[in-house]
């Protein structure tokens, strides 16, 4: 008699153990599959090879049709070419428009140092970062600048100006529109803040479709909390 409620009470422990094993293996799941739905996030809303639909929520940006631009401060510079130079990096671009050469540096982000001569803003940089070391930023930096390249070398693309000089230099402000495939077009900035590789803290302005300067930076953070959270480009994990 007295060994039943000892019986009763390994059973019921037995029992709890179960459930806690299979709780834990579901949540296991649901991490992983948390993972995996941000990782394809990152790839659904950069389409540049994957060939994945367009997320609705970035067309609000872009304007649809080319010509449609409501801030008449903008100069629309269309058929541009990328010109290999060594100031290309990230975020600045040399760019041939019919028999001229511009400098442009991206409004509203700035990829990642590819050389560490400027400790200063090294500095500011890996702390942005969350401290990744200065090889990790540099070599972020370079990844950054031969994504954007390559998308440059192969898409067409549009330049947005209001011939606004960065600090007196020779470079210029403006927004740079990629077109993905015949009825897509997404801004340069957007893609790098979406695969981890921009910091949003820079210079921007109202966008060329009348869109809010505020309105766009929220959305350029909110791609960028998608790479954060995915762990690519600078928000990987140190470790690896």
């Not at 299979?22 to 991490?31: F, H, P, Q, R, T």
């Not at 990230?90 to 990829?111: K, M, P, Q, W």
Request: proline share 5%; with cysteine.
């Amino acid at each position: 008699m007295d060994q039943k409620p000892h019986s009763f009470s390994a059973i019921v422990t037995i029992a709890i153990l179960g459930v806690l094993t299979v709780v834990a293996w579901l949540y296991k799941i649901g991490k992983n599959q948390e993972a995996q739905t941000l990782k394809n996030e990152v790839t659904a809303t950069v389409p540049i090879e994957t060939g994945a639909p367009p997320t609705p929520r970035d067309r609000q940006f872009v304007p649809t049709v080319r010509q449609e631009v409501e801030n008449p401060n903008y100069e629309v510079l269309l058929g541009c070419e990328l010109v290999e130079s060594r100031a290309n990096d990230g975020s600045t671009f040399r760019i041939r428009h019919r028999d001229n050469e511009y400098v442009f540096r991206l409004y509203f982000v700035d990829a990642p140092e590819t050389t560490n001569n400027d400790p200063d803003r090294i500095r500011s940089q890996t702390q942005y970062f969350n401290y990744i070391t200065e090889e990790q930023l540099t070599q972020t930096g370079i990844e950054a600048r031969e994504f954007a390249l390559k998308i440059l070398r192969a898409r067409p693309f549009t330049v947005f100006t209001q011939w606004e000089k960065l600090l007196q230099s020779h470079r210029y402000h403006g927004m740079i529109q990629v077109t993905l495939n015949d009825s897509e077009r997404r801004f340069l900035s957007e893609l790098l803040a979406n695969r981890g590789y921009a910091i949003t803290e820079t210079v921007g302005r109202k966008l060329p479709n009348g869109v809010d300067e505020k309105v766009y930076r929220k959305h350029l953070r909110d791609l960028e909390l998608v790479a954060r959270k995915a762990s690519v480009g600078a928000w990987r994990d140190p470790r690896q």
